[in-house]
């Protein structure tokens, strides 16, 4: 279905502007699947301003250094109004059969039991996720520890092995195996610790993240012993572990 039903898009003032001073090179931009951006030596560049979605600012919301901004969605809005854009799209998916009163009726129903079973019954958080006790967390043996947890406890294992990167990163996706494989076979002494800052950004600042993925690697004080961005070949990282003294 088009957005822009009867409307050219280069006529349509949305797509994503980058402040250099305030861009980390964090790079999640560069995910954007409309190949909006192109990398160059200075960082990520908005290279194809019309293949951006109208109303979509996913990019500006998981900016690290929150450096992309977006016009006034309001703007367009009325831009939509007043070439009754609405209207034309809403006609287009009733005759395609997409907006009849059971499918409405349908939808309206799986809608409130997703709210109800990601909410909970009194509106608040039922994923462990978003838990943000006052107990600190820690993995357990032999598994890998998905969080957005900041107050991690290092002191148990010789080595925790942070991740920093985002499920639906290529590169990122690369390291799953090895990390789940990692939290396998040294489950006694080291710990896999993994952070996507797409869902929460405050970790990839926490440890100054400017390039996904990045491990970083804490000894049992909490002190950095090592950092590696990108990926991260298997026999290379269980070189830094060994060295810390990690065993099998």
């Not at 999640?28 to 979509?56: D, H, L, Q, S, Y």
């Not at 997703?114 to 996720?129: D, E, I, K, N, R």
């Not at 797409?198 to 993240?209: A, H, Q, V």
């Amino acid at each position: 279905m088009a957005w822009l039903t009867g409307y050219p898009r280069d006529k349509i003032d949305w797509f994503p502007t980058i402040d250099r001073e305030k861009c980390v090179k964090c790079a999640i931009c560069m995910n954007c699947g409309r190949n909006v951006f192109a990398w160059t030596k200075e960082g990520a560049e908005v290279v194809r301003p019309n293949n951006c979605i109208v109303g979509c600012s996913t990019c500006a919301h998981l900016c690290l250094g929150e450096a992309i901004t977006f016009p006034d969605l309001q703007r367009v809005r009325e831009i939509y109004r007043k070439n009754g854009i609405w209207a034309k799209i809403k006609k287009q998916l009733k005759e395609e059969g997409k907006l009849t009163l059971s499918k409405m009726i349908a939808l309206g129903i799986v809608l409130a039991l997703t709210l109800f079973s990601v909410a909970g019954p009194h509106g608040t958080a039922a994923s462990a996720y978003s838990d943000q006790s006052k107990t600190s967390v820690r993995a357990i043996k032999g598994e890998v520890l998905v969080t957005n947890r900041l107050d991690v406890d290092f002191s148990t294992f010789k080595v925790t092995f942070i991740e920093i990167g985002a499920d639906r990163c290529i590169p990122c996706k690369k390291m799953q195996p090895i990390m789940k494989e990692i939290a396998a076979e040294f489950a006694e002494d080291v710990q896999v610790v993994f952070y996507d800052v797409w869902k929460d950004p405050e970790p990839g600042r926490k440890y100054g993240i400017q390039l996904i993925p990045t491990q970083v690697f804490v000894d049992a004080d909490g002190k950095e012993v090592h950092r590696h961005v990108g990926f991260f070949p298997k026999e290379q990282l269980v070189a830094v572990l060994v060295k810390q003294g990690a065993k099998k």
